[in-house]
Structures are given as C-alpha cells and as structure tokens.
C-alpha cells in the first residue's frame, strides 16, 4: 500500500513538474499538490499515530484553499489541482488517471432517478465551475467547459460545453490541455 501511495504521488507530481521527483520544501506553496500530498499519505498510512498527523496537514491545506476531497475517495495518479480553491469530490466518485481540476469544479452525489456519484475515465479536464452530478459516466480524452452542468452520460473524445451541456466529438478533446501525461497501462 504504502509503494502504491509513493507512485501516486510521484505521478502527481510529475503532472506539475515533467519529472517525478519532488521536494516538499519546493512545493510548499502549492497548495493543490500538498493537499494530494497529504491525502495521499492519509490514504496509505497504516499506524493510528501516522495517520493523525497525515490527516492534520491533510485538513490544514484542505482548508486553506477550501479543497473537499474525503478520506476513501478513488482517485487515479496523475491528479492536477489548478486554482485549487472550491474544489469538491463525493467519496463515492471514481475518478481516472491523469484528471485535470480547475477552481470551483464540484463532482458530486445526488439522489432520485440518477441517484450516484460519476465514474470518470482517464485524460479528463473539468473546467472552472464546472458540475458533474449522478450516476453518470465520463469516458477517457474527454474535456468539460468551463461553467458546464453534466448530469448525463458523456462518450469518450468528447467536449462539453453549456448549462444544460452539450456533446461535441472530438479526437484529442484534451491533447493541448493536459499537461505531463503519466502513462496510463491497463
């Protein structure tokens, strides 16, 4: 557990820099990426203690910048908080590799005929403000507008745009908006 926690962060970090070497010290001010750093580190802990100060720096950085990310939730490597201010994700969420957040983007539970939380493929970028609610899936290559509301299925290579969204295809949807790819096998 603990080697696949390094390898996550590794991979966040590599979104950042091009290189998976980090330096907290370095990073320091990048609130969105020790915000994952901790996460990560309270995800993989195993003693009690360890765990306690993981979650108090998970919870200091989450607050900073107002970062909602619960304990449990799946998210992939290569995560890239950008603005990480407002950001929200339901523990229930699955959320793929190499996944692009912008400030204010909430990914989200809801209840009814849709009731769920999203799945969310690989190669994906959320917009500033963006929402994806319910039981829905977004496929892989798939870039959602800023300000767009999706609570509907959305097809892989895709673009979405509005409130209520629309899908337009498009091959490499994400290809000049996802910076430092990690290598997604499998």
Do not use: W
Not at 102 to 107: A, M, N, P
Not at 124 to 149: K, R
Request: charged residues 15%.
């Amino acid at each position: 557990m603990k080697t696949m926690m390094n390898e996550l962060i590794q991979q966040d970090a590599f979104r950042i820099t091009g290189t998976s070497s980090y330096n907290l010290f370095r990073f320091r001010k990048n609130y969105g990426f020790m915000t994952l750093y901790f996460y990560r580190r309270l995800q993989g802990a195993g003693n009690k203690f360890v765990k306690r100060i993981y979650r108090h720096f998970y919870s200091k950085y989450a607050r900073l910048c107002g970062v909602e990310i619960p304990e449990g939730t799946n998210l992939g490597g290569g995560v890239l908080l950008v603005h990480p201010y407002n950001i929200t994700i339901n523990p229930k969420a699955v959320c793929g590799k190499n996944l692009t957040l912008l400030k204010g983007c909430t990914i989200g539970h809801t209840k009814g005929e849709k009731g769920g939380a999203p799945r969310i493929g690989n190669n994906v970028f959320v917009g500033m403000n963006a929402v994806i609610v319910g039981n829905i899936t977004i496929g892989d290559d798939v870039l959602i507008a800023a300000n767009s509301f999706v609570n509907f299925d959305v097809p892989s290579h895709s673009i979405v745009i509005g409130n209520p969204g629309t899908v337009h295809n498009k091959p490499n949807a994400t290809l000049d908006y996802i910076a430092n790819r990690i290598n997604i096998c499998g």
